[in-house]
């Protein structure tokens, strides 16, 4: 009934009581009625969302599309609506990222300055905040400078479970820098990614920058991870794909299917049917 | 995605197996014969070009497909029992013709290729994108033919840049071609391709929020009504349908709808790809009918479980979104989408 209620309500409200403040909640609150300030990881590769200004990423920086590009873009914005040429950003927006690549007063390295996504809403007749909007939203648009070469290394379940972590922490060890962190050369990037799709060929990491173009390098060892960061830094292009002579997504002991020469499916009469 | 164990197994999994009851299986009929898998060409070893494409068969005859008209084709599907191989595994050829074929105020309709695979354990669209990029072009022209449709948008993720190119490829030899374009494939019928890259958002390959990319947004989903079919890309109709599902149509077309349904069981008709991965000894994507036991994939195609299958601690049957189900169960599990529902879990991309 209600009495016996109130009076097991009071008892547990002691109990609250006296457990706040016993030494375990003291560990947590160790100063009551004070909020404690914590600060989150440090963010990566433009993982923040404002923008800030530096002397070379600002309104003013003079950034344009080489001749070569604005011809690129006369092609992509004709497979929209021409009503609807805002579709053509994100392909504008790679673009922009793959030029810098080659721009030295950007580091030669692939990001978009605030200037190159002025000037794409200028290109597309869009407010400037909605090309800010689709450069912020997708994780593969780098909105400050990072390294030469972006090392991905994928750790989702189908990789983590193969040793991914295993090939993180070989590579940080060899470039001695930690995740999402640049060399001091500023030649190499690391991070982890989500799934990269290739989870047949684990574990792998995705490379992008001027010699690898976003290639996947599968079937990864710690050792091959690392002879694959060497051949990049001699400036060569390490062997895309699986690490270990795999063909495609062909296992490792061989195809169990399809062993012989392609054929083509029998048609039937299509006029009788 | 199978995982291994490291201690042993706790009790309590033996009660959950003891309550299931399996419905009545077909007999296994032992796997796929090579003339019967629909991408011959899934390793990408051969000529992956128009000319090998046509070799074994792309393009053969898709004129004629077309011009049979939208009711033959969405009947051949309906025919088939195909359902949806981007893991919610809805009925094709119902969802095919939820388009409409009256627009009074003649807005195009569009049909949008969802190959954003970013379901963590799949990589089965990859193959076709990259190794029989052929088919699934074969496979937009037919259906687009069949939802009176102006145009196909293939959304590609960003990270496959490579399948990418090899796409892009594929469509400028198609164009060069004829197969698609004005008067794709001398049918009469007019039809675009275009490929769309993402840049790396996994919410992207949910429908809506594709449809809100391709409109040059960020790709936050909208609500459903309305629904696509309805308002979708640009406020037209639009059908959104994964590559696999739009890659075996063409075959489906010229086989027969009941050569598809010959395989599986009632409600899980047709082949699909299944990826391996995982500790297995030999993993690899795979073309297999549906209702092909689980066992039978890990160890015939995956060359078993690492340390052997008394080692097996959990298998994720369809890309991570799925419940993962014990080993117990991995033993009596069959691989389709009621197979799977028995044991609380759902085939989904059919990614292991």
């Not at chain 1, 706040?20 to 989150?40: C, D, E, H, K, W």
């Not at chain 1, 479970?161 to 590579?171: C, K, M, P, S, T």
Request: with cysteine.
């Amino acid at each position: 009934d209600s009495s016996t209620m109130a009076a097991a309500l009071r008892g547990g409200l002691r109990r609250v009581a006296t457990t706040m403040r016993s030494t375990s909640m003291q560990n947590l609150y160790p100063a009551m009625g004070v909020r404690q300030f914590r600060a989150s990881n440090p963010a990566f590769a433009g993982a923040i969302y404002n923008h800030v200004d530096t002397p070379d990423n600002n309104a003013d920086t003079p950034w344009d599309f080489t001749k070569e590009n604005y011809d690129k873009i006369k092609e992509i914005v004709k497979k929209y609506p021409p009503n609807y040429k805002r579709s053509a950003v994100m392909p504008l927006l790679f673009l922009a990222q793959k030029q810098c690549e080659e721009m030295p007063e950007f580091g030669n390295s692939g990001w978009i300055p605030l200037a190159a996504m002025n000037k794409i809403a200028k290109v597309l007749d869009m407010p400037e905040m909605r090309v800010y909007e689709v450069a912020t939203f997708y994780t593969m648009y780098n909105r400050t400078k990072i390294g030469k070469h972006n090392i991905q290394v994928c750790t989702t379940s189908p990789c983590m479970v193969r040793d991914a972590y295993g090939i993180i922490d070989a590579l940080k060890a060899h470039l001695g820098i930690g995740v999402g962190e640049t060399t001091p050369d500023g030649l190499f990037h690391l991070m982890e990614a989500e799934c990269l799709g290739a989870c047949c060929n684990a574990p792998m990491m995705q490379i992008a920058g001027p010699i690898c173009n976003d290639a996947y390098y599968e079937d990864l060892t710690p050792e091959s991870a690392i002879a694959i960061v060497e051949t990049l830094r001699k400036g060569e292009a390490p062997k895309k794909g699986s690490q270990i002579g795999r063909h495609c997504s062909i296992g490792p002991n061989g195809k169990t299917v399809l062993t012989g020469e392609p054929q083509a499916p029998p048609c039937r009469d299509l006029d009788a049917c | 995605m199978l995982s291994v164990v490291r201690r042993a197994l706790p009790q309590a999994s033996r009660s959950v197996s003891r309550g299931l009851q399996l419905q009545s299986a077909r007999a296994f009929s032992g796997g796929l014969a090579d003339q019967d898998r629909i991408f011959q060409n899934i390793y990408g070893e051969h000529d992956t070009s128009i000319k090998g494409a046509m070799k074994i068969g792309d393009y053969h005859q898709t004129d004629k497909i077309v011009q049979k008209g939208w009711q033959w084709i969405i009947n051949e599907i309906k025919k088939s029992g195909l359902r949806g191989r981007g893991g919610a595994g809805f009925p094709t050829g119902l969802k095919y013709s939820f388009m409409p074929k009256n627009k009074p105020d003649n807005r195009p309709s569009y049909l949008v290729v969802n190959a954003d695979e970013s379901e963590p354990c799949t990589c089965k669209d990859r193959e076709i994108l990259r190794n029989e990029p052929h088919k699934l072009v074969d496979g937009c022209l037919i259906v687009g033919s069949a939802m009176l449709a102006k145009a196909a948008y293939i959304y590609i993720r960003g990270e496959y840049y490579e399948e990418y190119v090899a796409l892009q490829r594929a469509v400028d030899e198609a164009y060069r071609e004829g197969k698609i374009g004005k008067n794709a494939c001398n049918s009469g019928y007019d039809f675009d391709v275009f490929v769309h890259r993402g840049a790396g958002a996994y919410i992207c390959g949910e429908e809506t929020a594709m449809i809100e990319s391709l409109e040059g947004k960020q790709g936050k989903p909208r609500l459903k009504p309305p629904f696509p079919a309805n308002v979708g890309l640009w406020g037209c109709p639009t059908t959104v349908t994964n590559v696999e599902t739009v890659a075996v149509v063409p075959t489906i077309c010229r086989r027969g709808g009941d050569w598809f349904s010959s395989f599986g069981r009632d409600g899980n008709k047709g082949t699909k790809l299944f990826n391996v991965g995982g500790n297995v000894n030999n993993p690899c994507t795979v073309e297999e009918e549906l209702g092909v036991p689980m066992r039978y994939l890990i160890e015939k195609h995956g060359g078993g479980v690492k340390g052997g299958w008394d080692n097996l601690q959990a298998v994720i049957p369809g890309g991570v979104s799925v419940p993962m189900i014990t080993a117990e169960m991995a033993d009596k599990a069959v691989m389709d989408f009621d197979g799977l529902r028995e044991f609380k879990s759902a085939l989904g991309t059919g990614s292991m």
